[in-house]
């Protein structure tokens, strides 16, 4: 039987800008990142007050849109929307690195490895912390939405109900989606 929660109250919160948020974590010291158009990324340690941080005072200068954020191995990762990733080792300075491949849409570290997914059918990887990378996986022609890494897998999901795992973030496959059970 599903858990019946208490309804939870939200409200606004002024994250210091208007533009469009694609995605937010929990992630590294901050505890909250939010990213989205025009290079926008946002951190927060209660939810409640935010600070926005210029692209330019960042560092890297960067307007593109960023889809998604990881971290691990002492450094964040944001997936934009070029064949680009933004890194950091304290979020606040960033520097870009270039990902064989088309667009990253998505972020996640684990195991030592660096794992982005790309809006086509490829991933890419990097195991010395971005400096360079790999091209993983073909997929199919997915793009692949967000990515985690949690218990020991990476996982990713994409358009159409496209799902993939993978044990070490390089090599991927796809996976299958059973009916929920109601029991």
């Not at 929660?5 to 939010?34: I, M």
């Not at 307007?63 to 990733?85: D, F, Q, W």
């Not at 996640?108 to 010395?128: C, F, W």
């Not at 939405?145 to 897998?153: K, Q, W």
Request: with cysteine; glycine share 12%; proline share 3%.
């Amino acid at each position: 039987r599903p858990t019946i929660l208490p309804s939870l109250s939200w409200e606004k919160q002024d994250s210091g800008t208007t533009n469009h948020f694609d995605a937010v974590k929990s992630l590294g010291d901050c505890q909250l990142w939010a990213v989205g158009d025009n290079g926008t990324i946002a951190c927060s340690r209660d939810g409640i007050t935010w600070n926005c941080l210029d692209p330019i005072a960042r560092g890297d200068g960067w307007t593109e849109r960023i889809h998604s954020i990881g971290y691990g191995l002492g450094m964040y990762i944001a997936a934009a929307n070029t064949p680009k990733v933004l890194l950091s080792t304290n979020g606040s300075t960033w520097i870009a690195r270039d990902v064989p491949g088309s667009n990253t849409a998505s972020a996640a570290v684990g195991k030592g490895i660096l794992a982005v997914g790309m809006n086509n059918k490829y991933t890419a990887y990097s195991d010395d912390k971005g400096e360079t990378w790999q091209s993983g996986t073909s997929l199919g022609s997915q793009w692949w939405e967000d990515m985690i890494y949690a218990n020991g897998r990476f996982a990713t999901v994409g358009y159409s109900g496209h799902i993939a795992n993978s044990n070490d973030g390089k090599e991927w496959m796809l996976g299958t989606l059973s009916p929920a059970s109601t029991s």
